[in-house]
């Protein structure tokens, strides 16, 4: 592990700040995930906000192992699933001390799972905007399939440093040759979430200008935008809710169609994952 990371070592940015209060949006999803209507670190949807490498609660501006908290893509102390990467302790899901969300905007709020990302994918009709209401900011709009509610992700900036190159990559398109049109550009997002995918990356929810979004993996050292989620909270009658879940829900047949197109999540996820405050 690098010795410099440090507290006098790591190149803050002047905005970080602890706030509690902050919009969402509810899309109508499943699970009954609400999304943050801005990212972690600003006020309005539009803007970009700070970068966060996977597992950090402080942002900064220089993006590479020597300064990552949790040590190198050889060296890792803390979230490593392979002996030939670190320390293995097998933690798969960003512990709530290490949850940037949790950290700045308070307990109800967290970064989302990779399985609330595939939820918020398949749940929304996606087009990219060049202009989101105004702003002159590029991104994507996903429209829920379930209430018709909006929810916009910038195409974010982000950070990638390449010491063995002598390049630092900073912002949020990428370019291509293209046979018939030379170089193209293309402006994407990058948000991640809350799981690892192996032991160096984590899921992420990315996004192109010529891609709707999708699930993938970073780096974890990477600088990245966070988009947090709150979870709905529901009391029922008992445990084991698919008992009382009719009751409780009141459910239509068009509900539980919605339900349907993501999977059980009824049975399964919202269980696990403790949705249901049960007593």
Request: charged letters at 20%.
């Amino acid at each position: 592990h690098s010795s410099t990371y440090t507290t006098a070592s790591k190149p803050f940015c002047s905005s970080c700040k602890t706030d509690e209060n902050h919009d969402y949006v509810d899309l109508g999803l499943p699970s009954g995930t609400l999304w943050a209507t801005c990212n972690v670190g600003i006020t309005t949807p539009s803007g970009y906000a700070d970068l966060y490498a996977w597992g950090e609660t402080d942002c900064k501006i220089v993006f590479q192992w020597d300064f990552y908290r949790w040590g190198n893509d050889k060296n890792l102390i803390k979230y490593c699933l392979d002996s030939t990467k670190g320390h293995v302790d097998n933690l798969e899901v960003l512990q709530e001390e290490d949850d940037v969300a949790t950290v700045l905007w308070g307990d109800d709020w967290r970064m989302p799972s990779e399985t609330e990302i595939n939820e918020l994918i398949k749940g929304c009709q996606w087009k990219w905007t060049e202009n989101y209401e105004g702003t002159q900011i590029k991104g994507m709009i996903g429209t829920s399939l379930f209430n018709k509610k909006t929810i916009f992700f910038p195409a974010c900036k982000f950070v990638d440093t390449y010491i063995d190159h002598n390049l630092v990559y900073y912002g949020y398109c990428r370019s291509h040759f293209d046979n018939m049109k030379g170089f193209n550009v293309v402006l994407e997002g990058c948000y991640f979430s809350r799981n690892l995918a192996f032991s160096s990356y984590a899921t992420s929810l990315n996004f192109e200008s010529d891609r709707l979004p999708y699930v993938s993996s970073e780096s974890r050292m990477k600088g990245c935008m966070i988009r947090a989620v709150r979870s709905e909270k529901i009391d029922c009658k008992q445990k084991n809710c698919p008992a009382v879940l009719k009751e409780s829900f009141a459910l239509s047949a068009d509900s539980v169609a919605k339900f349907n197109v993501v999977g059980d999540y009824i049975s399964q996820s919202l269980i696990v994952s403790g949705y249901f405050n049960c007593h």
